[in-house]
């Protein structure tokens, strides 16, 4: 890229809007994000710490697992409508804002040890999974629609939250307590949005749209691109948030032997990591190739290993490598599918559609966990049939994917 060209992008639009600071304003968002996805992501590390102590089985535990990652989805929806309306700033602040009580919740659930009032607070804590449909159109508006699939690629890499949870709740809970661990991440997400209020303004190219919510949603469902990188995004980040949520269940009982709750939570967030890294990747990449090919690379991926990891090999390197290159498939698969919404959207719309897409994503985590439970096989140990149905559903996207237009300027089907 010539050094006019990034003076253009860095400083201002060619109708003369002055984009000055995107980069910084960008990752500001994305540390927000990283906050709201550590707390929704707040239970899954501490799982066999609350079956134990309640005595739960598969099921409730998969439904524990589950219902903060259906909140999370559904309501993205409003949230991405909204976030049209009143702007990224206003709305990373409520999201954090209204998120931190659902932590204390938790924390209350976890101390008297009752399994109701923590699906209670799980299905309020899905309010900070939310926070995702508030920084993809943020992050738009920053950035002309040639560089949008970088732009949402770094701002997706917030999904890190997943591994921070994954590493350091387990750690922090065996250190300083149960208690003061949520007391801990409910006092971050408050000062994060205390930071946010003061430092975080929205792009000087966003306008703010006042078409009511409903209509803005069934704006946003009549049109087919919302539809396709649905169904899209429903594989890739839907197939990250159920391992996330289900990977330290999976890997202590698969591997009883070999892995204790804290090396599950350290190997999860290696898994969060590398999907992490990839996304901006695949953003990126797909602004210079195209999201079709990027999408093609990560569904091919995503199946082949799903199939290697439904032989259940032993616990060691192989096992470690297909996880880590799984989530790097989904990684570049999510960054192409934002890639591919920004030039294929209506601007007064991306917000709403945004919202539709990264809830059918959240859908997309929400039934594995409890497809898995439903079909754990206790006499031979194996969640092998839940892991086949995955090796279908990509395959069938796959063939979707090759199928579509895609968004690249002069690009076949």
Do not use: C
Request: aromatic share 10%.
């Amino acid at each position: 890229m010539s050094t006019s060209s990034t003076q253009t992008e860095g400083r201002a639009r060619a109708d003369g809007t002055s984009l000055r600071g995107q980069l910084g304003q960008v990752l500001l968002a994305t540390i927000a994000s990283t906050v709201g996805f550590w707390a929704w992501m707040l239970i899954a590390p501490l799982q066999k710490t609350y079956a134990d102590e309640m005595g739960l089985d598969e099921g409730q535990i998969s439904l524990m697992l589950a219902t903060p990652v259906l909140v999370g989805a559904l309501g993205r929806i409003v949230v991405g409508a909204l976030t049209d309306r009143f702007g990224g700033r206003r709305m990373f602040v409520a999201v954090l804002l209204l998120s931190a009580p659902a932590v204390l919740l938790v924390a209350l659930a976890g101390e008297i040890k009752s399994f109701p009032l923590l699906l209670v607070a799980g299905f309020y804590l899905g309010v900070a999974g939310t926070i995702f449909a508030v920084g993809v159109p943020f992050a738009s508006a920053w950035y002309e629609p040639k560089r949008r699939g970088f732009a949402n690629g770094v701002f997706g890499m917030g999904m890190i939250g997943t591994a921070v949870s994954a590493f350091f709740t387990p750690r922090l809970a065996e250190s300083i307590g149960y208690l003061p661990t949520h007391f801990l991440v409910a006092g971050i997400m408050v000062a994060m949005a205390v930071i946010v209020w003061f430092f975080l303004r929205d792009s000087p190219a966003w306008e703010s749209s006042r078409q009511p919510l409903i209509p803005k949603v069934k704006g946003a469902l009549k049109l087919r691109i919302t539809w396709e990188m649905a169904f899209l995004y429903g594989i890739v980040f839907g197939g990250f948030v159920a391992f996330s949520t289900f990977l330290p269940k999976y890997l202590t009982t698969i591997y009883p032997d070999d892995v204790d709750p804290v090396g599950a939570g350290s190997r999860t967030a290696l898994f969060a990591v590398a999907a992490v890294v990839a996304r901006p990747l695949g953003g990126a990449l797909s602004d210079r190739v195209g999201p079709k090919v990027i999408s093609l690379i990560s569904l091919a991926g995503i199946v082949s290993l799903a199939y290697i990891v439904g032989q259940q090999p032993p616990e060691g390197i192989l096992t470690g490598i297909t996880f880590i290159l799984m989530a790097a498939a989904m990684g570049l698969g999510m960054g192409a599918v934002f890639a591919w919404i920004g030039p294929s959207t209506p601007k007064d719309k991306v917000g709403a559609v945004t919202g539709v897409v990264a809830a059918a994503g959240g859908l997309g985590g929400y039934f594995p966990p409890l497809i898995m439970g439903a079909t754990y096989n206790a006499e031979t140990n194996s969640y092998a049939l839940g892991l086949w149905l995955l090796v279908i559903v990509g395959a069938v996207a796959l063939v979707v994917a090759g199928m579509l237009k895609d968004a690249r300027p002069g690009a076949k089907v």
